[in-house]
């Protein structure tokens, strides 16, 4: 079979890292060889770009924010993605190019167009081949990573915004799965972890048995 490119995307505390691990389980399992990785911080390059942007204490202006997201992927997709894609591999990622539209479009405000423009050359055309959006209800995500940072008693710079930043991000991704309902798949992310796998695992078997 042909390399797949499967992304995860929902706002924070949506649990999509979670179900991404399981359905990476899954695949293994069933034979497939996986490859899962993040954005930003897929490469090494990736990794210190993160721990500079998420963790700095400076103020970070908004277009610094766009670029920096922008580096990120192209070096990704160059030296990762594409390889693993060329090599037959399903390659699953934890946020892609949908993520800078809703989280630096609609969430900083960005111009559309200049959005897209950015996402266009940082990751060289390549699109998803499924995307699977986990949507839920804005105050329970927060409730949701509040109880993880308790946990890991680390903050980094995107868990300090607040709900009406985070509704214009959901806002964003709903959009975009009207747009594309073919690729962009919304999946209820407010239930029990093993209901929300098991949807997961509906669609992607659906996905595969229509590429064969």
Known sequence: MAGKFITFEGIDGSGKSTQLRLLAGDLRMRGYDVLTTLQPGGTPLGRRLREAFLETEETV????????????RAQHVNFLIKPALQEGKIVISDRYADATAAYQGAGRGFDEKLVNQVIKV??????PDLTLFFDIPIEKAIMRASGRLDEETKQN????????FYARVRDAYLRIADREPRRFKVI???????????KVAEIVGEFFSSKK
């Not at 202006?61 to 990120?72: I, K, R, S, W």
């Not at 710079?157 to 009406?164: H, L, V």
């Not at 209820?188 to 098991?198: F, K, L, M, T």
């Open 61 to 72: 202006h908004p277009m610094a924010e766009l670029l920096l997201f922008a580096a990120d």
């Open 122 to 127: 940082a990751t060289d055309g390549l699109k």
């Open 157 to 164: 710079r995107m868990d300090r915004e607040d709900a009406d």
């Open 188 to 198: 209820d992310a407010s239930g029990p972890i093993n209901e929300v796998h098991q």
